[in-house]
């Protein structure tokens, strides 16, 4: 999207696939006879199996807002996207671009416009919920996140919901908030969610969940010989054990290999998401794994949250960079269910992946007073200034009080 990267970069070429016995056919499906086991395709073959995988993804959600079909008006989602996107940024050369949506992925395409695009850029991110990134971040990190990318240039309207987009001579040229504010903008990009993919699942006849085709744990459907994975199917969230959309990178390539080891004749379940993930906005790093404090309660969890200021080398090391991390505990079970983690250092923010797997091995506040990490000044504090150690501290001392 912003020239750091060329499109066939993130496609799996043919030929590496072919070179592994694979037979790569590029066609529309067009119907599946589950009862024949066969596919069918727009090009007339008809192609026999013996067990199937359907991995159709996600489509963006594009809400029905008026001026949707104007021209500058783009969304966000796939590689023809991004292309889309370059072109506009190339030929149309906008000057006010609006984001609709201040998700992780606006977020990031917005900081990469602003350092990668060689003139001044007005970029406006318009987000309905209260707070940049509402599903990675509590309030009090997110507020850390707006803070920072405003004083790079970004203008970031929460609270605010896009009700007409407005044009002249068939191109947008503003958007228009509920409030009555009036933004210009040569450019919107529309990144709201995605939708899965399911409308051959529905033609087999395969069941569904709310987000999705119903898999077990293995990627099986409804059909014995059907298998399914990734944005079309639908998770159960690790923490709640309650079904969700769980729709990134992760699960869907975890799911692949749970589904080609179960071919293969293995028995390893997918054991949930966690909807672990990051961004890179400018040199700030946000990464966020399992419950927020704000989902835990939607969830009726009462929690124990500590949240702690750490830094990137030990304190006597010149070049120190500020990081924060915050761990939410359940209150009844003491086990930790979330962590968010805002650094001005990339490796400070891997960190997460320490958190993702204390949660999947069900840690509690007391086990993680004696976590100690492996350290060197030059990567990370001292041991005594451990943030996970630390925050438990905090956590086991926030518990104690609250029950007298």
Same mark, same amino acid.
């Given at each position: 999207?912003?020239?750091? $990267?060329?499109?066939?970069?993130?496609?799996? +070429?043919?030929?590496?696939?072919?070179?592994?016995?694979?037979?790569?056919?590029?066609?529309?499906?067009?119907?599946?006879?589950?009862?024949?086991? *066969?596919?069918?395709? *727009?090009? =007339?073959?008809?192609?026999?199996?013996?067990?199937?995988?359907?991995?159709?993804?996600?489509?963006?959600?594009?809400?029905?807002?008026?001026?949707?079909?104007?021209?500058?008006?783009?969304?966000?989602?796939?590689?023809?996207?991004?292309?889309?996107?370059?072109?506009?940024?190339?030929?149309?050369?906008?000057?006010?671009?609006?984001?609709?949506?201040?998700?992780?992925?606006?977020?990031?395409?917005?900081?990469?416009?602003?350092?990668?695009?060689?003139?001044?850029?007005?970029?406006?991110?318009?987000?309905?919920?209260?707070? +940049?990134? +509402?599903?990675?971040?509590?309030?009090?990190?997110?507020?850390?996140?707006?803070?920072?990318?405003?004083?790079?240039?970004?203008?970031?309207?929460? #609270?605010?919901?896009?009700?007409?987009?407005?044009?002249?001579? #068939?191109?947008?040229?503003?958007?228009?908030?509920?409030?009555?504010?009036?933004?210009? @903008?040569?450019?919107?990009?529309?990144?709201?969610?995605?939708?899965?993919?399911?409308?051959?699942?529905?033609?087999?006849?395969?069941?569904?969940?709310?987000?999705?085709?119903?898999?077990?744990?293995?990627?099986?459907?409804?059909?014995?010989?059907?298998?399914?994975?990734?944005?079309?199917?639908?998770?159960?969230?690790?923490?709640?054990?309650? +079904?969700?959309?769980?729709?990134?990178? #992760?699960?869907?390539?975890?799911? =692949?290999?749970?589904?080609?080891?179960?071919?293969?004749?293995?028995?390893?379940?997918?054991?949930?998401?966690?909807?672990? #993930?990051?961004?890179?906005?400018?040199?700030?790093?946000?990464? $966020?794994?399992?419950?927020?404090?704000?989902? @835990?309660?939607?969830?009726?969890?009462?929690?124990?949250?500590?949240?702690?200021?750490?830094?990137?080398?030990?304190?006597?090391?010149?070049?120190?960079?500020?990081?924060? !991390?915050?761990?939410?505990?359940?209150?009844?079970?003491?086990?930790?269910?979330?962590?968010?983690?805002?650094?001005?250092?990339?490796?400070?923010?891997?960190?997460?992946?320490?958190? *993702?797997?204390? !949660?999947?091995?069900?840690?509690? !506040?007391?086990?993680?007073?004696?976590?100690?990490? $492996?350290?060197?000044?030059? !990567?990370?504090?001292?041991?005594?200034?451990?943030?996970?150690?630390? $925050?438990?501290?905090?956590?086991?001392?926030?518990?104690?009080?609250?029950?007298?």
């Amino acid at each position: 999207m912003a020239g750091l $990267a060329a499109g066939q970069s993130i496609v799996v +070429p043919d030929k590496m696939l072919e070179g592994a016995g694979i037979k790569v056919i590029q066609d529309t499906v067009t119907g599946v006879d589950a009862a024949n086991k *066969s596919v069918m395709v *727009s090009g =007339g073959e008809t192609y026999p199996y013996d067990k199937l995988y359907l991995a159709t993804g996600a489509s963006a959600l594009i809400p029905p807002i008026e001026g949707r079909d104007l021209g500058g008006v783009v969304s966000l989602r796939g590689l023809s996207d991004a292309e889309e996107i370059k072109a506009c940024i190339a030929e149309k050369a906008p000057v006010n671009i609006v984001f609709i949506g201040a998700g992780f992925i606006s977020m990031e395409i917005a900081s990469l416009l602003v350092e990668n695009v060689p003139r001044k850029l007005n970029i406006s991110l318009v987000e309905f919920l209260d707070r +940049p990134l +509402p599903l990675m971040l509590d309030k009090d990190m997110a507020e850390l996140v707006q803070t920072f990318v405003e004083q790079k240039g970004l203008r970031i309207f929460t #609270g605010e919901k896009a009700e007409k987009l407005v044009g002249r001579d #068939g191109r947008v040229t503003g958007v228009k908030l509920a409030s009555g504010k009036e933004l210009d @903008a040569d450019m919107v990009v529309i990144s709201v969610g995605v939708q899965p993919n399911v409308e051959l699942a529905e033609q087999i006849g395969l069941e569904m969940g709310r987000f999705g085709i119903k898999v077990n744990g293995f990627q099986e459907t409804s059909h014995p010989d059907i298998l399914a994975g990734g944005d079309c199917v639908e998770k159960i969230h690790f923490v709640t054990k309650k +079904p969700t959309a769980g729709r990134l990178r #992760g699960p869907a390539v975890m799911q =692949g290999r749970i589904a080609a080891k179960r071919l293969a004749g293995y028995a390893i379940e997918f054991p949930g998401v966690l909807d672990a #993930g990051g961004c890179k906005l400018f040199d700030m790093t946000v990464t $966020a794994t399992g419950l927020t404090e704000e989902s @835990a309660a939607r969830e009726g969890i009462e929690t124990v949250c500590a949240v702690v200021d750490s830094r990137s080398r030990h304190a006597m090391i010149p070049g120190v960079k500020p990081w924060k !991390i915050k761990l939410v505990f359940d209150k009844n079970t003491q086990k930790l269910i979330g962590g968010q983690i805002v650094s001005h250092e990339v490796a400070p923010a891997r960190e997460i992946d320490a958190v *993702s797997a204390f !949660i999947l091995g069900g840690k509690t !506040i007391p086990e993680l007073t004696t976590f100690t990490s $492996a350290c060197n000044p030059d !990567i990370s504090s001292e041991p005594s200034a451990e943030p996970i150690t630390v $925050a438990a501290e905090q956590a086991l001392q926030k518990l104690r009080a609250q029950l007298g």
